[in-house]
């Protein structure tokens, strides 16, 4: 199975080869960094979580008059509404894009652009949908579970898909980058 696998694996083209060796390296990377450094310190997730935090109850703020928060939750009229985890915070997925940018041939200062754009992106839609979450649990209860699980997971993923097509569209032109 192993010598299979080696020999599907030399048939690849170069490019791909080359995208998989990034995606795998960058991956275990991540895995590493993340569980056995980042994670048992909370960094970044907490900072993150905060800033979705502080932007969604920002947001709310222009159609509640009365929107805090207090600790991970988010209050509207002192009723609380929405609870933003470690896991919501986008954190996952600004990984994801990044890492499908490092893993293409690219000058680095297009990967610099796309991926501070991209983040930035993401996140404003992340604030976004948390707002929209919100709002959706004070008014539509029944619509909320399926927003959160479903459509606007949706969006997002297909913003970051979207981006992604941007980004690899002229691929052609920087072969010659490879190492």
């Known amino acids: 199975m192993i010598y299979r696998v080696k020999r599907i694996y030399k048939e690849l083209p170069l490019a791909v080869r080359n995208f998989l060796i ?8 991540w895995l590493l960094i993340y569980n056995l450094v980042l994670k048992p310190i909370n960094v970044p997730d907490r900072q993150l979580t905060q800033f979705v935090e502080w932007g969604t109850v920002k947001t709310l ?37 990044i890492g499908f940018l490092f893993c293409l041939p690219t000058r680095p200062l297009r990967m610099l652009l796309y991926g ?4 930035i992106i993401i996140c404003i839609l992340n604030i976004g949908r948390c707002a929209a979450l919100a709002m959706l649990y004070m008014s539509h209860n029944y619509y909320a579970d399926f927003a959160h699980h479903y459509a606007f997971k949706l969006v997002v993923y297909a913003a970051v898909f979207f981006g992604w097509i941007i980004y690899s569209k002229n691929i052609g032109r920087n072969a010659q980058l490879q190492a």
């Not at 990034?22 to 990377?29: E, K, N, T, W």
């Not at 008059?65 to 509404?81: K, R, Y």
């Open 22 to 29: 990034r995606a795998l390296l960058l991956f275990a990377g």
């Open 116 to 119: 501070v754009v991209g983040t």
């Open 61 to 97: 703020s222009f159609f509640y008059p009365n929107v805090s928060s207090e600790g991970q939750d988010v209050l509207i009229n002192n009723q609380g509404v929405l609870g933003i985890a470690n896991q919501c915070n986008g954190l996952e997925l600004i990984v994801l894009y």
